[in-house]
C-alpha cells in the first residue's frame, strides 16, 4: 500500500482500517489515553472538533452556565483568544497524557480559573457529560463509522480521569451513565436566558469566519439545523425549514459514507494545526493561556475566605 502527503500530512501505508484495529487491540481501562488521542487526532479529527463545538453550545443553554460566561466578558469581548485557549488547553492530557508536565499544567490553568467562580458541582459534572455524550452521538449520525466499545470505553476512563484531576465529585463510570446524566440534566435546566444567548451569538458568529465570507450565510443555516429542537429553543435560534434540515444531515451523512474508501490519516491533526486557531501565530506558554480573573469584577465573587482547593493533577 502507498502512502501520500497532503497538505503536509502522511495518508495511507497502512489498512483503511488501521487506528480502529490498533485501538481494539489496547486495553481501555490502561491505554485510554492513547485510544482517545488516536480518535481524536487521526481517526475523526474533523468530527470530534465539530461534536465538541456543539458541545460547547449545549452548555450555553444551561442557565447558570451561560449566564456566568457572559458575565465574565470571556466568550463576548475576547471569543477569539477564549475559543483557542479552551481547545489548546484541553488538548494537552489527550497528546501527552495526564502525567505529562504540559498536561499538569494545562489542567492546573482550568482549575486556576473555575476557583475564582461559584460554580456548583452539578454544572461540571454536566459539561463533562457532554465531552462523552455528544461526540458518540455524532459519530452514531454522521461519522465514517461508530466508536467501537473499546474505544467509547477508553473516551469514558479519559474523561473520568479529568474529572478526578479537576476534583469533580461522583462522576459516572459508564457510558450509559453520562448519557443518562446529561439527558435529564437538559431536560431539568435547558432555558432562555440572556446571557446563554449572547455567548451563542458570539461563538456562532466566530465559527462563520473560520468560512470563506460568501459562504458565512450558508454555515449559520446549517449550524442551526444540526441543533435539535431543546437547544434552539434555549438559545432562541428559529428552525431552519425541514427540507434545509434534512438536507443538512443527509449530507453530513453522505460524507460519512466518503471517508470510508479514504486512506488511513498517519500524521496528527492537532489544534494548532487548524487554520481557524489563531491567536498565538508565534507560539504560546501553557500557563499564560485562560484567563486571570480579578475579585469582584467580571462575574469574579470576592472571597472573603479561601475555599478549598482542588487536589493537583495526579493527586
Known amino acids: 500500500m ?3 502527503r497532503w497538505h503536509g500530512k502522511t495518508f495511507g501505508g497502512v489498512p483503511r482500517e488501521h487506528w480502529r484495529r490498533v485501538n481494539d487491540a489496547l486495553d481501555p481501562e490502561s491505554d485510554f489515553v492513547e485510544i482517545y488521542r488516536n480518535a481524536v487526532v487521526h ?3 474533523w468530527d470530534m472538533n465539530q461534536a465538541l463545538s456543539f458541545a460547547l453550545f449545549r452548555t450555553y443553554a444551561v442557565p447558570g452556565i451561560g449566564r456566568l460566561l457572559a458575565e465574565t466578558g470571556a466568550f463576548t469581548e475576547q471569543v477569539q483568544r477564549r475559543y483557542d485557549d479552551t481547545a489548546l488547553l484541553l ?3 489527550s497528546l501527552k497524557g495526564f502525567d505529562h508536565p504540559d498536561a499538569r499544567a494545562a489542567i492546573r490553568r482550568v482549575n486556576q480559573m473555575h476557583r475564582a467562580y461559584d460554580i ?3 454544572e ?4 463533562l457529560s457532554t465531552f462523552v455524550v455528544v461526540p458518540k452521538r455524532w459519530l452514531d449520525d454522521y461519522g465514517k463509522r461508530p466508536l467501537t466499545s473499546t474505544e467509547l470505553r477508553a ?3 479519559y474523561y473520568r480521569t479529568l474529572g478526578r484531576h479537576m476534583a469533580i465529585p461522583d462522576v459516572p463510570e459508564t457510558y450509559d451513565g453520562f448519557a443518562r446524566l446529561m439527558d435529564d440534566y437538559e431536560a431539568e435546566h435547558f432555558g432562555p436566558d440572556a446571557g446563554g444567548r449572547a455567548v451563542a451569538a458570539s461563538t456562532l458568529a ?5 468560512q470563506p465570507r460568501i459562504a458565512a450565510p450558508a454555515v449559520e443555516v446549517f449550524s442551526r439545523a444540526l441543533m435539535d429542537p431543546p437547544l434552539r429553543e434555549a438559545l432562541g435560534y428559529a428552525a431552519p425549514p425541514r427540507p434545509v434540515v434534512l438536507a443538512a444531515r443527509a449530507g453530513l451523512r453522505a460524507r460519512g459514507r466518503v471517508l470510508r474508501l479514504f486512506p488511513a490519516r498517519m500524521s496528527p491533526q492537532t489544534v494548532a494545526d487548524l487554520p481557524w486557531v489563531r491567536s498565538y501565530p508565534d507560539g504560546y506558554e501553557i500557563e499564560q493561556l485562560g484567563t486571570f480573573p480579578t475579585p469582584g469584577v467580571a462575574g469574579c465573587p470576592v472571597r472573603h475566605a479561601p475555599g478549598p482547593a482542588a487536589p493537583a493533577p495526579g493527586g
Open 2 to 4: 502507498r502512502s501520500f
Open 43 to 45: 481517526e475523526f479529527p
Open 91 to 93: 488538548e494537552q492530557p
Open 120 to 122: 456548583p458541582d452539578h
Open 124 to 127: 461540571f459534572r454536566y459539561v
Open 155 to 157: 473516551s469514558v476512563n
Open 206 to 210: 466566530l465559527m462563520l469566519t473560520f
